[in-house]
């Protein structure tokens, strides 16, 4: 039977098949989808081996059945069942190559075309008996079993090792039969154990058509999962770039995403950046100057996510985090003045941790608020876009952060930002300042601001 199967179609059972290069990370996902499939092909195979033995069990034994001490289906039952219970205890343990899973289909078709087989043997009946019992039906349910793994080189072996076995079963029974058994009468070959080879083709010929449809039925159903599987750990490794919001605009958007697409917002900006860090960068490996923005990130990505903001973007030795741009809010301010002051407390214990073991000098962490109208745009080209914040209030934000500078400040945020976050519910966590009338380089009028932190 092996020499029907085509010699790759063989050697490469259970192995990838050829095809646009899978990475390492998507293999392994396609690879624990089908032990898990394995799994459950051997669990429903125990189940009908339970259910064939409970049926033989209880139902009545035929009045024209012989006695025998030797009967050929609980052997074989107890055979199938010993085997699937080794099956099921190798595919737990990982071990199912590919010539095993051969093995396997082999097996499953010799054993139901045997008990076929034996049918005219325990009925003392000619071997035409054989091929008249409605036990043949099964041959679809094995075959039909491969499906349950999506690879359709496995129903197709399973329906060409059906086809050749019932091809071999007819052969011994014209063998075993005198010429005269072959008939062409329909009637004859339905009331006597006459064989009608018109009747085996149809059976050989429907084995086959239901084969080609579910290794095609797989087949297509193979390339949507393997598709599936590399966007999904293509999606989940691109979320790890992006934040979860923007993550969600993008998946979630009903439409293909275009160049220019806008909304406004009325959001509120929060830009950080970490004092000191050229003249630490310049006394520390670049590999330390990493573990340090890593450290300092981690820090500060669980805060802000906390406070429902969005971090926009890593700008080196800062951060650009907006709260009510990806998704309206009303209490957008409340919630970057809150999350503010706990960047700020975090950022002390922070920069003490960071400032031992070098000669860098002090690292410390400043830090603006600002709210207002702001847009939340789509740009690039058809080939590469990217989310991004435009308006007055990012550019404020990242002007008032350096002027921390010249307050001695560490937290600063307009006199309007803070009243529109006192009206959101938004309560200072410590005493604040208020600085009137001070002149920001680049803002055309003097602004009234309020240090969180100074």
Not at 55 to 69: H, K, N, Q, T, V
Not at 297 to 319: M, N
């Amino acid at each position: 039977m092996c020499a029907m199967l085509p010699k790759t179609l063989f050697s490469h059972l259970g192995a990838p098949e050829h095809g646009p290069r899978i990475p390492r990370r998507v293999h392994k996902l396609i690879l624990e989808q089908e032990a898990r499939s394995e799994r459950l092909i051997s669990w429903v195979q125990l189940m009908l081996v339970g259910t064939f033995s409970a049926l033989f069990a209880i139902a009545p034994r035929p009045a024209d059945a012989p006695m025998s001490m030797v009967e050929p289906v609980p052997i074989a039952l107890a055979a199938y069942a010993l085997f699937t219970l080794g099956r099921l205890a190798l595919s737990y343990r990982g071990f199912m190559p590919g010539w095993l899973l051969v093995a396997s289909i082999l097996l499953d078709t010799a054993l139901l075309i045997g008990l076929i087989w034996s049918f005219h043997i325990q009925y003392g009946q000619p071997a035409a008996f054989s091929l008249k019992v409605p036990t043949f039906l099964y041959i679809f349910v094995f075959v039909a079993l491969r499906a349950l793994r999506f690879d359709h080189r496995f129903v197709l072996s399973a329906g060409l090792f059906a086809a050749a076995g019932w091809i071999i079963l007819l052969l011994f029974a014209l063998s075993d039969s005198p010429p005269e058994a072959v008939t062409r009468n329909f009637v004859t070959y339905m009331t006597s154990n006459a064989i009608l080879l018109g009747a085996e083709f149809d059976k050989i010929f429907t084995v086959l058509l239901m084969t080609a449809i579910l290794t095609l039925a797989v087949w297509r159903a193979r390339k949507t999962l393997l598709t599936a599987v590399r966007e999904q750990a293509a999606g989940r490794e691109m979320r790890r770039f992006l934040s979860e919001g923007v993550a969600e605009a993008i998946t979630g958007s009903e439409t293909m995403l275009k160049a220019g697409e806008a909304a406004e917002r009325n959001a509120a900006i929060v830009m950080l950046d970490i004092r000191g860090f050229t003249r630490f960068s310049t006394t520390v490996t670049p590999k330390q100057v990493v573990a340090m923005l890593t450290s300092f990130h981690a820090r500060i990505v669980p805060i802000v996510e906390a406070h429902g903001g969005v971090v926009d973007k890593f700008l080196g030795d800062g951060v650009m985090v907006t709260f009510g741009a990806v998704a309206p809010s009303k209490s957008a301010a409340a919630d970057a003045l809150s999350a503010l002051e706990a960047i700020m407390d975090e950022a002390g214990e922070w920069s003490a941790s960071q400032t031992s073991g070098h000669n860098g000098g002090a690292l410390e962490v400043n830090g603006a608020a600002v709210a207002g109208p702001v847009v939340f745009a789509t740009l690039g080209n058809a080939d590469r876009l990217e989310y991004t914040v435009i308006g007055e209030a990012v550019n404020l934000a990242a002007k008032l952060e350096k002027h921390n500078k010249v307050e001695g400040t560490r937290a600063l945020v307009p006199a309007a930002t803070f009243e529109a976050a006192l009206a959101a519910g938004y309560r200072p966590s410590s005493a604040v300042e208020r600085r009137v009338a001070r002149r920001i380089i680049g803002a055309p009028e003097p602004l009234d601001l309020v240090a969180l932190r100074a």
